[in-house]
């Protein structure tokens, strides 16, 4: 059955042109599966917070991550306590064929300061902060937040480890491609990286080495370990700050920009790159790798192209054929959003996709 449906899948008109990936993509390819092949047990490690109304979404994140990943995924899931049965219930269900395991967390802050870390910016978003010091036994992590789809496999982001230099401990997307219509180079009252500042709404972090590391800071001349920082940090900027726990590693990674990995903006993807006119040319050349659907998009009729594959990926049906049951409903609903700026460039949204159904299919056939 997989057989003939990857045979029909590569002479149906869903097939990506040949000049879409080229080169790049044969030696893009070609480095995933090499550290793949040298990383061959190797399991990934995917954290979210959730809480508030935060169960519908974050499920179907972890949909997203299931459908075409092929490495074994472990999820560290953090929640409020009377969340922790409703994802129990859900993710148990869950046709994981052995491939995916999961842990539900409690949310917890320092005791001394925890009132001050929980109302920071939103509720529990500042967990993510204290993960390398929770997650002691986890080596390398990829930390998402809950309104991030996966348009490829989570292989692929997870591989971008293996690229890291000697002193580099994180990898995020810078938060704007564009500098007029920046946020943190036109407002922020605090440093920040790079020309643009960082988004931390997906994070890959080799947790060791952020152990390890002594950060310079603007704070003392002596350097501070991740546990050390984050309070006095919070102490000093508290009142500058707008983005909250974002805000913070901006400063970090300003004052020590060796220690960080730029993705580029394909791989954190957020309505800004398109409401004004498209401006992440690296989408348009190769579809969105990652759908971050930040402001609520997911949920109000503002961006619909966002919200038509959130609702796309959330009623697919594990088994379903994947191309007459995601990719073909998809693409006629994003049809119907070209009377809006994301619409009308809508291919970015499903290009990366149809590559991803291809591989996925392609997979199966060969056993």
């Known amino acids: 059955r997989c057989k003939n449906l990857s045979v029909s899948f590569w002479n149906?008109?869903?097939?990506?042109?040949?000049?879409?990936c080229g080169m790049n993509c044969f030696w893009e390819a070609s480095f995933r599966y090499d550290y793949m092949k040298t990383h061959p047990s190797e399991k990934m490690h995917l954290a979210v917070v959730a809480c508030g109304e935060r169960l519908e979404e974050t499920v179907t994140m972890l949909r997203s991550a299931i459908i075409f990943s092929i490495k074994p995924l472990h999820f560290h899931i953090f929640a409020e306590d009377?969340?922790?049965?409703?994802?129990?219930?859900?993710?148990?269900?869950?046709?994981?064929?052995?491939?995916?395991?999961y842990t539900l967390y409690p949310i917890t802050f320092p005791s001394e300061s925890a009132a001050e870390w929980k109302k920071l910016f939103k509720p529990c978003a500042s967990q993510r902060l204290f993960l390398p010091l929770i997650l002691k036994n986890v080596d390398s992590l990829l930390y998402v937040d809950t309104d991030i789809l996966f348009l490829r496999p989570v292989d692929d982001i997870w591989s971008f480890l293996g690229k890291f230099n000697s002193t580099q401990i994180a990898a995020m997307a810078p938060e704007h491609e564009e500098p007029r219509i920046g946020w943190y180079n036109r407002f922020a009252r605090h440093p920040y990286y790079g020309v643009t500042g960082i988004n931390s709404g997906v994070m890959l972090m080799n947790m060791?080495?952020?152990?390890?590391?002594?950060?310079?800071?603007?704070?003392?001349?002596?350097?501070l370990q991740w546990g050390e920082i984050l309070m006095p940090l919070l102490k000093k900027y508290k009142l500058n700050i707008t983005w909250g726990d974002q805000d913070l590693l901006n400063i970090m990674f300003f004052h020590n920009p060796e220690s960080l990995y730029v993705f580029p903006c394909q791989w954190n993807y957020r309505p800004d790159h398109c409401i004004y006119g498209s401006n992440c040319k690296a989408a348009e050349e190769e579809g969105i790798f990652i759908l971050h659907g930040n402001r609520g998009v997911y949920h109000d009729d503002k961006q619909p192209t966002f919200r038509a594959v959130y609702e796309a990926i959330k009623n697919y049906s594990f088994g379903d054929d994947l191309v007459h049951s995601l990719l073909q409903p998809l693409e006629q609903e994003l049809q119907k959003t070209m009377h809006t700026y994301c619409g009308?460039?809508?291919?970015?949204f499903i290009k990366q996709l149809t590559k991803s159904i291809r591989d996925l299919y392609a997979r199966r056939s060969k056993g």
């Open 344 to 348: 009308r460039v809508y291919k970015v």
């Open 208 to 223: 060791t080495r952020i152990r390890r590391k002594y950060f310079k800071n603007d704070m003392t001349p002596v350097r």
């Open 12 to 20: 149906s008109y869903w097939m990506l042109p040949s000049d879409v």
């Open 82 to 101: 009377q969340l922790h049965e409703s994802f129990k219930d859900i993710l148990d269900e869950f046709p994981y064929e052995g491939k995916v395991n």
